[in-house]
């Protein structure tokens, strides 16, 4: 059999799902979105919970009057803002995604390309803390000089946040690249039926 017979044959409306079939995987879909959604302020929501706890504990440190010299301490101040600057991108372009595909509930057609650019948002925000997790490195081993500079870390306290950090960043590293290989094998699916729909 030819390739083009093959292709004939897929297309047969003998080889298409019935309307029930279709509206069930529909559905699946449009469930599946919602899970990531809600999955998504959860995560958002967590993570931002957990930045508030040292930047609050911060603030009440300096404000109680404990040494803090900013002009020689203030690269932890951009290792708080990193992560920040991190949920912030990924807000928005969630927004700008919800916004994009606010009915895409309603028909296979507008289910399909809202899960095409989920993907996209997902595969940017793999990039965005591959990005902020190397700017973290040079930051933190800034951070770590500086602790030391005042005072604040002896040299075997210095070399062993240096390791535990370093070994944070690389797992986490590996496991956002992990993930990112698995959405675009994901994404090329999600093209080629939103392009068959036309």
Same mark, same amino acid.
């Not at 809600?38 to 440190?61: C, E, N, S, W």
């Given at each position: 059999m030819s390739y083009d017979e093959m292709k004939n044959l897929w297309?047969?409306?003998?080889?298409?799902?019935?309307? &029930?079939?279709?509206?069930?995987?529909?559905?699946?879909?449009?469930?599946?979105?919602?899970k990531e959604h809600r999955a998504f302020y959860i995560r958002v929501g967590l993570a931002?919970?957990?930045?508030?706890?040292?930047?609050?504990?911060?603030?009440?440190?300096?404000? &109680?009057?404990?040494?803090?010299?900013?002009?020689? &301490?203030w690269a932890v101040l951009l290792l708080f803002l990193l992560p920040w600057i991190g949920a912030v991108l990924f807000i928005r372009r969630q927004l700008?995604?919800?916004?994009?595909?606010?009915?895409?509930e309603r028909s296979v057609g507008k289910t399909l390309r809202a899960a095409l650019d989920a993907n996209h948002a997902a595969q940017q925000r793999a990039k965005i803390m591959q990005g902020l997790l190397a700017l973290c490195a040079p930051v933190m081993a800034l951070c770590i000089w500086q602790l030391q500079?005042?005072?604040?870390?002896?040299?075997?306290?210095?070399?062993?946040?240096?390791?535990?950090?370093?070994?944070?960043?690389?797992?986490?590293?590996?496991?956002?690249?992990?993930?990112?290989r698995k959405l675009r094998p994901q994404e090329k699916r999600l093209e080629a039926l939103v392009a068959e729909l036309g």
């Amino acid at each position: 059999m030819s390739y083009d017979e093959m292709k004939n044959l897929w297309k047969s409306p003998d080889n298409r799902p019935t309307p &029930e079939e279709t509206e069930r995987q529909r559905a699946t879909l449009v469930a599946s979105l919602k899970k990531e959604h809600r999955a998504f302020y959860i995560r958002v929501g967590l993570a931002m919970t957990l930045m508030l706890v040292p930047l609050i504990g911060m603030a009440k440190h300096v404000i &109680e009057g404990g040494p803090f010299a900013f002009n020689r &301490e203030w690269a932890v101040l951009l290792l708080f803002l990193l992560p920040w600057i991190g949920a912030v991108l990924f807000i928005r372009r969630q927004l700008r995604h919800r916004r994009a595909h606010a009915g895409y509930e309603r028909s296979v057609g507008k289910t399909l390309r809202a899960a095409l650019d989920a993907n996209h948002a997902a595969q940017q925000r793999a990039k965005i803390m591959q990005g902020l997790l190397a700017l973290c490195a040079p930051v933190m081993a800034l951070c770590i000089w500086q602790l030391q500079v005042v005072g604040k870390a002896r040299p075997h306290e210095a070399a062993s946040l240096a390791t535990l950090m370093t070994i944070v960043i690389v797992a986490s590293w590996g496991g956002i690249f992990w993930d990112a290989r698995k959405l675009r094998p994901q994404e090329k699916r999600l093209e080629a039926l939103v392009a068959e729909l036309g």
